[in-house]
Every structure is written in C-alpha cells, then in structure tokens.
C-alpha cells in the first residue's frame, strides 16, 4: 500500500480542475454536519472531485455519505418539516434516531452549507441594483447553517438559520408561531413572515413597506421631503456587498446634494452607515434566502445515489414504458437504462466497458421482456447477467451511472451545478484485479468530466485497500491531481464516542499524507 512516506502535505484545501472557471460555478462546495448519529461535529469538509470515505463499520461515513440523499428526497416530495428523515432513498428513522445521543438535550441537529461563488446567481437578476461587471467582488464565499430541534410531538422543527457573507452575520430565530426574529450584524433587529418552501430553506416576507425602512433613518437629518424620497428610492438599490464596497458605491448613488454632503466623510464606525447597510441588507433576506434555497435544492436535485446492496441479478426483466434518466439507486431499471440507449450510446457504453472491464452489457428483449447479456472482450460467446456471479450485477449499476453522467453536454446542461455521485462500497464482490479496475473507471470518469465542464464529484464510502493503493498508482502516473482527491477517515474511540472525521490525501507521488498507523488493521499481540 502507497502509504506516506514523508511528514508533509501539499494538497490544499480546494481545488479547481482543468476545464473548471474560476468564479463562475455558484454551486455547493463544503458541508459540515452536526449531531447527526455519531457525527457530533465534522467540521466543514470541501467537496473535490474525488472524496473517499474510510472508516471501520459503524464510524460514521454512511451517515455523512446517505446526507446527499437525504437531502434529495426531502425536496422530491412534499413535506410537512424541513428534512423527510424516512423516504425512498435512506432512513434515518426520526428526529430522536438520527440525533447524536451524546448531546446536550437543547443542542440542535445543524447542517452547515458553503456557496463558493454565491455572486454568480446575484449577477442573474435575483437581487435588484445594477450588475456587476465580471471581475468585480460579489457575494463571494456565503456560509449557511441551519439548526433542527424537535417538537413536542416529535416532529422536526427549523428554530434558526445564521447566514455569514464579507463582514455581515444574520441570524433567523423562528418562533412557534413561524414568526422569525432576524438580527443582522447584532444591531437591526426586525420581524419576518415565513412561508414553507419546498424542504429545508423557508420563504421569507418583510413585515410592513421596505421604504419605510430606509425613510426612518432619513428623517431628522435635515434633508427636504423631495431629497428622502429620491434618496429612499436609491438606497433600495443599492448593491449588498461588504461594508467598505457599500461605504464607496454610497456617494455614488444618484442622488441629490444634499445626500452627498451628509455622507461625506463617513467612515465605516459611522452609526448612520450602520444603519443605511443593515436595513440594506435586511430589505435583500428575501432574495438571498430565496436563490440559497434555490441553489440547495438544485444541489440535492443533481445528486445521485448507489446503495451498498444493488439488486440481484434476474433472468428476465419485465418492459415498461417509461423514461429512464438515471441508474437508480438500488440498480431496480438498469435493464431498462440500457435497453433505452440509442444504438450510438450503446456502442459507446459497450466500448467503455470493454476498455474497463473487459465485458460489454448488451440488453435483449423478447415479448415483453428484456435479459441482460454479457460478452466478454475477445469472446464470441453473451451469458446472461444472472449466470456471471453476484459481482457483475453489484458493479454494473455502478459503472453504468459513470457512464451516463459523462455524456451530457458540460455546463450547458447542469448550469455550474455539481453532480454529487454518492457511491455505498462499489467493490462489494469483486476480487482485487476488479476493485483495481473500479479504480481506474473512476479516474477516467472524472478526467472525461473535466474535459467537458462537467462538475461531477464523486463520494465514495470503501473499505478496499486495493481502490486507496490503486488511486495513489493513477496519480504517481499523472491520471489524477492529488489536489483533487480528499481522503476522509472516520474513526471512534468506542461504540457509544463520537466520530472525528480527519482528512488526509495523497502527495504528487501518490503516497498517502497524514496517514494513520495500523488504520486499516489492528496491532499483532
């Protein structure tokens, strides 16, 4: 095994692939989890295009890994509290089950979000102002937490949200009533209305005129009624951003004299300044909360999930009628995913197989049913799936989805969007040559999605010391940046402690960094 060989790590915290534009994805990048089962706090980890998750059984990295999930079924459906904890992907039981039972009884279950390039999506219209000319500062990195408590009757209930961009903090309480008391920068402090969205973000509503806002802090400060009007008009917009940009682009606003008299020589500790940027910022919550929730849900939309158990393999498959997009998560369509590919994708998929795994699938169809076949490079002769070993029906769904998900056209399709590929022990029933060749279709998946733009990122919970050691192979051979591989390692003092989740990697040798001795196998007494 290509274990570290140096005390060092060069691998930073994030990574933008070849092909990837800089500033101009808006997706999800990092996640942090709390009080979640044994996840008592992961902190934030970065999502790369390729994220493996090690740990003994009953560490953790399902829990973290079934997140993506979890969060895609609680936006497929509509529901009745911010996250369906029992769907058709994952079940995480309850509040009470999936909380950390170590817990203080107050503490809130927390899922903690980071937005990269969170201007991109202001840029497009969903704050109002002028655009911004590329190149600019925006919104930049936004971090979003949301706290989950239970109710009396057990049910999950959001009781705050804190929202962290440039120098600005918001926090959201939210009563029984669904009324929210929303502080920002600790000094404004206003009410909301709520209204329920779809999972995990609610709608806000601003109590009473946002012109009513701005004119009590214009009133008194000796300017004529026509000058508060045109400046209260101007001030709603005027373009969040940080305090020392807002500071600048103030004078600048088309406004009278008057206005820029008074503001001139404003420094950034001036309490009217305070005051004009957070009613600024407060009179924008709707609109940012609205494109967070919209970017949270195009995240879970685009996720996809392989569980550790795909379905067995059957002689025949009954035909139905239906689009097929994707793999599901239990492998159930795959007869039908294959069976729909046009004859030029067939070709391709079966080419693709055949140069990683020496096999290519083929579905034959006979009165209303359909059998998968499979050929194996330089042989003449098809088997049916059923007859091959429980291996190939394991693996099969898996790679199938790989394919499929680097065939589209780039960012053109998925809008900047990552696809998060959460993959549950992909190697289940394959010998090590087999687990090695995963290995390879993995980072060949990931350098085809690169070249078109696509921002494919794979999650991978394994317990294959044959994936850890071939990947390091594929980067000292130049296949794969170490920059883009994170290396998770879940790991528990005892059955009742906590998870703490530590991150490692490799170096550009492929030698694993800040590796933990004896992690894979315990001391010989």
């Avoid at 009613?279 to 609205?290: G, S």
């Avoid at 070993?389 to 990552?418: C, D, E, M």
């Avoid at 190697?427 to 090695?436: D, I, R, T, V």
């Amino acid at each position: 095994m290509r274990i570290e060989k140096k005390s060092r790590n060069k691998w930073q915290t994030g990574i933008i692939a070849p092909g990837f534009i800089a500033g101009v994805s808006s997706s999800m990048d990092a996640i942090g989890i709390t009080n979640l089962r044994s996840l008592k706090d992961t902190g934030m980890i970065r999502l790369k295009p390729l994220n493996l998750l090690l740990g003994k059984n009953s560490s953790g990295k399902s829990t973290f890994l079934r997140t993506f999930p979890l969060l895609r079924q609680s936006y497929e459906v509509n529901t009745s509290g911010p996250l369906l904890w029992n769907g058709a992907y994952v079940d995480f039981g309850s509040f009470a089950d999936a909380r950390y039972r170590g817990a203080d009884p107050q503490e809130p279950i927390r899922f903690s979000f980071e937005f990269d390039n969170f201007d991109h999506w202001m840029r497009r219209g969903v704050l109002r102002g002028p655009r911004k000319r590329r190149g600019q500062s925006g919104f930049g990195k936004v971090e979003l937490q949301l706290h989950m408590v239970a109710q009396h009757n057990g049910a999950t209930k959001l009781a705050s949200m804190d929202l962290k961009f440039h120098d600005h903090q918001v926090k959201i309480e939210i009563d029984k009533q669904g009324v929210a008391n929303c502080a920002v920068n600790g000094a404004l402090k206003k009410q909301v209305d709520l209204f329920a969205s779809r999972a995990l973000i609610p709608l806000l509503r601003i109590q009473g005129a946002e012109e009513e806002n701005f004119e009590s802090i214009l009133k008194g400060k000796g300017l004529a009624p026509n000058s508060i009007i045109k400046v209260r008009g101007e001030l709603l917009t005027w373009e969040v951003d940080s305090s020392e940009a807002m500071l600048r682009t103030l004078p600048k606003l088309e406004v009278d004299a008057d206005f820029k008299r008074m503001v001139k020589g404003w420094k950034l500790t001036h309490p009217d300044f305070r005051t004009l940027r957070d009613i600024a910022i407060f009179n924008n919550l709707p609109n940012i909360f609205r494109s967070l929730e919209s970017q949270l849900e195009s995240t879970a939309m685009h996720s996809i999930y392989s569980a550790p158990v795909r379905a067995d393999a059957k002689r025949y498959y009954r035909l139905q009628d239906l689009a097929v997009n994707e793999v599901d998560f239990q492998g159930g369509n795959l007869a039908m995913f294959i069976g729909s590919l046009r004859p030029k994708d067939q070709e391709d998929f079966s080419s693709w197989m055949r140069t990683h795994f020496q096999f290519s699938p083929r579905v034959h169809h006979s009165e209303g049913h359909a059998s998968i076949r499979l050929c194996e490079k330089d042989s003449l002769n098809e088997y049916n799936l059923a007859d091959m070993g429980f291996g190939f029906s394991q693996v099969l769904p898996v790679l199938s989805q790989l394919w499929a998900l680097t065939r589209k056209k780039g960012t053109r399709i998925y809008g900047n969007i990552p696809i998060i590929f959460a993959i549950e022990q992909p190697e289940l029933h394959l010998h090590p040559g087999l687990q090695a060749q995963l290995a390879d279709a993995f980072v060949d998946t990931i350098a085809i999605a690169q070249k078109k733009n696509i921002p494919l990122r794979l999650v991978i919970e394994t317990h294959s010391e044959t994936i850890i050691n071939r990947i390091g192979h594929q980067i000292a051979a130049g296949n794969m940046r170490a920059e883009g591989v994170n290396v998770l390692l879940f790991e528990k003092d005892g059955p009742d402690a906590p998870t703490e989740v530590k991150q490692s990697g490799y170096d550009e040798e492929g030698f694993l960094v800040n590796w933990p001795l004896g992690f894979f196998l315990p001391k010989v007494v």
